[in-house]
């Protein structure tokens, strides 16, 4: 009750839960979608790839996914490596080889104060 949500003209958000001022806001959200045929996965590997996202920063919560997971035990994570670059993994956490077939990856950022 007394929940709020502001976007501000610069478009940060802000919420605040009604009992004392505005307690998060984000800043600014960026992504990027590309096309990626990442390489096959035996069990227990790990594949990583770089994304170019400017505006990005090392505090920035990252979120990915492939458009090709499917049902496969595969997992998808990432974070902002440098100003502007994005690494994502992918690590096969099944019991069988993956190769994922070329698809989109679309990777978020955004930024909080």
Same mark, same amino acid.
């Given at each position: 009750? !007394?929940?709020? /949500? ?5 478009? %940060?958000?802000?919420?605040? *839960?009604?009992?004392? !001022? ?14 990626? *045929?990442?390489? %096959? ?11 170019? /996202? %400017? @505006?990005?920063?090392?505090? *920035? ?8 997971? !499917?049902?496969?035990?595969? #997992?998808?994570? @990432?974070?902002? &490596? ?6 994502? #993994?992918?690590?096969?956490? !099944?019991?069988? &080889?993956?190769? /994922?077939?070329?698809?989109? /990856? ?8």
């Amino acid at each position: 009750m !007394g929940a709020r /949500l502001a976007i501000e003209g610069s478009g %940060a958000m802000r919420w605040a *839960d009604g009992t004392s !001022g505005w307690h998060t806001t984000a800043t600014a959200q960026r992504s990027n979608a590309s096309t990626w *045929d990442p390489p %096959a996965l035996a069990p227990g590997k790990l594949t990583s790839t770089d994304i170019a /996202l %400017a @505006g990005s920063q090392p505090a *920035d919560i990252v979120t990915a996914t492939h458009e090709m997971l !499917g049902d496969h035990a595969v #997992f998808v994570s @990432g974070r902002v &490596a440098s100003a502007g670059r994005v690494r994502v #993994f992918l690590r096969n956490d !099944g019991e069988v &080889a993956v190769d /994922l077939p070329s698809g989109l /990856l679309r990777v978020a950022t955004v930024q909080y104060l």
